[in-house]
């Protein structure tokens, strides 16, 4: 009833995305991502489908890397894409990216850390 309602086709991929009807939450998640590019949980849920998915299909995991970068070009500051792009390089074994990345995460955890003054 709400069809821009990007968190609905957010909670219907993850819906989709338990009774493993895979293709059906790809395009669920892919639409919430496209009405708001913002939304970084999206980014891991579809990461977390495509790994789910390559289970039964290996060429399904791939596809992870492209939606994670957009993610990230998007969102640089999102430290939920940051651990999912990490995630994904350190299950496909590319450690060069994995570094890249993870010395970004660190770097943006450090600067939210030193603004933080509860812990100053």
């Keep these: 009833s709400h069809p821009r309602d990007w968190f609905a086709w957010n909670g219907l991929a993850n819906v989709y995305r338990d009774q493993s009807e895979y293709v059906k939450a790809e395009e669920a998640y892919l639409k919430a991502i496209d009405i708001n590019p913002y ?37 640089p500051k999102s430290e ?8 994904y390089y350190q299950k496909t074994a590319n450690q060069e990216q994995f570094k890249y990345y993870e010395d970004k995460l660190n770097k943006l955890r450090n600067i939210t850390q030193k603004g933080n003054t509860l812990f100053e």
């Excluded at 999206?42 to 992870?64: G, P």
């Excluded at 939920?80 to 995630?87: A, F, R």
């Design 39 to 75: 939304f970084d949980q999206a980014y891991r849920n579809i990461y977390n489908l495509y790994y789910a998915w390559s289970l039964q299909d290996k060429t399904q995991f791939v596809k992870s890397e492209a939606i994670l970068l957009k993610g990230a070009k998007l969102l």
């Design 80 to 87: 939920i894409i940051l651990e999912e792009i990490l995630n």
